[in-house]
């Protein structure tokens, strides 16, 4: 019955999600920038969404405002970036999802068990109860709609981390911008962030493909490039 729901689902969506990942500093910006170039050569276009987290809504791009710069408690800043994420789901990566476009979205879930879990030190149980809320997709037992377990849970096809030691990314951003809340934190702090991300992929080792963020611009292009290449999703 289960597996009956989970195919019917798998054919009903033929859209591709990719997250990508990392400590302030890692540059992920212009290797995700190149990417949408290749999958817009690919697919045209008006086929890819190329969004961000915190942000890609009106509304969670004022809650990144908050996010990024007012001081608060790690569960009240958890219960934002899960708030801005559900309605950037809701109005873009689902609806784009089922249209089969392809979604590339500058941190997704995985941010947040890095640095609310990670750096901030937050419960982990209480962060996977509000994805479960947030990135439910659909309930397989109506009767039970407030039992958890029985949600099928949005999460990205492939996640790009790119990992780079923090005091490297702290040289990179030293003097490059005014640092925002999280950018302005120590290294230490970045430590955290980065075994948070390990973390999680040592739970999901299928869905993540850790780059290292250490190299030549080329060569951090080249085995971002073969990641999404071996998963099949560029040609
Ligand atoms: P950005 O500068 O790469 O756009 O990321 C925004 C900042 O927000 C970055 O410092 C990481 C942080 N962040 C969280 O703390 N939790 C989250 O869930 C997300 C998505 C980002």
């Known amino acids: 019955m289960l597996s009956d729901v989970l195919s019917q689902l798998k054919t009903a969506e033929q859209g591709l999600f990719i997250s990508f990942e990392g400590i302030d500093g890692a540059g992920k910006s212009t290797h995700i920038e190149a990417l949408v170039a290749a999958f817009n050569a690919e697919h045209g276009a008006d086929k890819v969404i190329h969004t961000r987290e915190p942000g890609g809504t009106p509304l969670a791009e004022k809650l990144r405002q908050l996010i990024l710069n007012d001081p608060m408690d790690a569960l009240t800043e958890s219960f934002l970036v899960f708030a801005a994420r559900r309605d950037h789901l809701n109005q873009v990566i689902e609806p784009a999802l089922a249209r089969g476009d392809v979604v590339l979205c500058d941190r997704f879930t995985d941010a947040t068990f890095a640095y609310q879990g990670g750096g901030r030190g ?23 709609a407030y039992n958890l377990d029985d949600l099928l849970i949005r999460q990205p096809d492939l996640t790009i981390w790119f990992d780079l030691p923090p005091e490297i990314a702290a040289e990179r951003l030293a ?18 962030v980065a075994a948070g991300y390990q973390h999680r992929m040592d739970e999901n080792p299928a869905r993540f493909a850790k780059i290292n963020a250490h190299q030549s611009r080329e060569a951090v292009w080249a085995d971002v490039l073969a990641a999404v290449k071996s998963k099949g999703f560029l040609a």
């Not at 003097?175 to 955290?192: C, I, M, S, T």
């Open 122 to 144: 937050f419960d982990l149980k209480t962060l996977s109860i509000l994805e479960r809320f947030t990135q439910q997709i659909r309930r397989l037992e109506p009767e039970n």
């Open 175 to 192: 003097g490059a911008r005014v640092p925002d809340k999280f950018e302005a934190q120590p290294v230490e702090f970045f430590r955290q």
